[in-house]
């Protein structure tokens, strides 16, 4: 069984095709990277990918179950980290937790539990008792991203979680995220920065809407930098 599978999904904004025909399927267990410069469409397939958007073009399954015909088994399969940060800055990160726990029917000891392995995952343990508001923007999406785990998920989806650190920060969350794919949870992973991407992940290439190639990224790039074969591959549209 794929773990995320998308077949002929289209969207679009008026008259703007945002999506055109794209299908793809991840395997279980592996950290894939939706590779594509902005505006390619990325943010877009994840909004369908979390029914923030809805189209009636296309089908997506998650771990077998229809997004459209099954959306409350389809989600409660998905951890999503929103490129846009959604914490409460006054709370502490263990209430933070506890809290998102809530929300997915957790509570008491099970709640206290889950929240402190998913901490240990992403090396956040010894923050629980601060506030949030007092994180550096790295440790804040270090635990954005233990909250996605809370429900203990079979997909994490990420859009651009790295936007705005600085790169010792970026190359940490890269790090704890593929040890999260190095022990069995299917990651999809959106950006435009090809550091984040380590040869034996895979690489779905995303550009004006379409899927441009599938394949690990070694074969991708066919001993190239994958910088030059992206920059030729998308005309090096907003790459770097």
């Known amino acids: 069984m794929t773990a995320l599978e998308i077949n002929d999904l289209g969207y679009s904004f008026g008259a703007k095709r945002a999506l055109d025909g794209v299908s793809f399927a991840l395997r279980p267990g592996k950290f894939t990277a939706l590779l594509g410069p902005n505006g390619a469409g990325k943010s877009t397939l994840f909004s369908l990918l979390t029914r923030l958007f809805v189209s009636r073009e296309g089908r997506i399954s998650v771990a077998g179950h229809d997004l459209a015909r099954e959306p409350r088994a389809a989600l409660s399969k998905i951890g999503v980290v929103f490129q846009q940060p959604t914490l409460d800055l006054d709370m502490s990160v263990m209430r933070n937790m506890r809290y998102f726990a809530a929300l997915h029917g957790i509570s008491g000891r099970e709640?206290?539990?889950?929240?402190?392995?998913?901490?240990?995952?992403?090396?956040?343990?010894?923050?629980?008792?601060?506030?949030?508001?007092?994180?550096?923007?790295?440790?804040?999406?270090?635990?954005?991203?233990?909250?996605?785990?809370?429900?203990?998920?079979?997909?994490?989806?990420?859009?651009?979680?790295?936007?705005?650190?600085?790169?010792?920060?970026?190359?940490?969350?890269?790090?704890?995220?593929?040890?999260?794919?190095?022990?069995?949870?299917?990651?999809f992973w959106a950006t435009h920065l090809v550091d984040e991407i380590r040869d034996y992940d895979d690489v779905v290439v995303l550009h004006r809407g379409r899927v441009l190639a599938h394949r690990a990224a070694a074969k991708l790039r066919e001993g190239r930098p994958l910088a030059e074969v992206f920059i030729e591959m998308t005309g090096g549209e907003e790459t770097r």
Not at 117 to 142: C, F, P, T
Not at 158 to 164: I, K, M, R, S
């Open 111 to 187: 709640a206290q539990a889950r929240s402190e392995r998913a901490l240990a995952q992403l090396g956040m343990v010894e923050r629980a008792g601060e506030k949030v508001r007092d994180l550096n923007g790295g440790h804040r999406r270090r635990m954005e991203i233990a909250r996605a785990l809370i429900h203990e998920p079979e997909v994490l989806l990420l859009d651009e979680p790295t936007v705005g650190l600085d790169f010792k920060s970026r190359q940490a969350i890269v790090d704890h995220v593929h040890g999260l794919a190095e022990r069995g949870l299917t990651v």
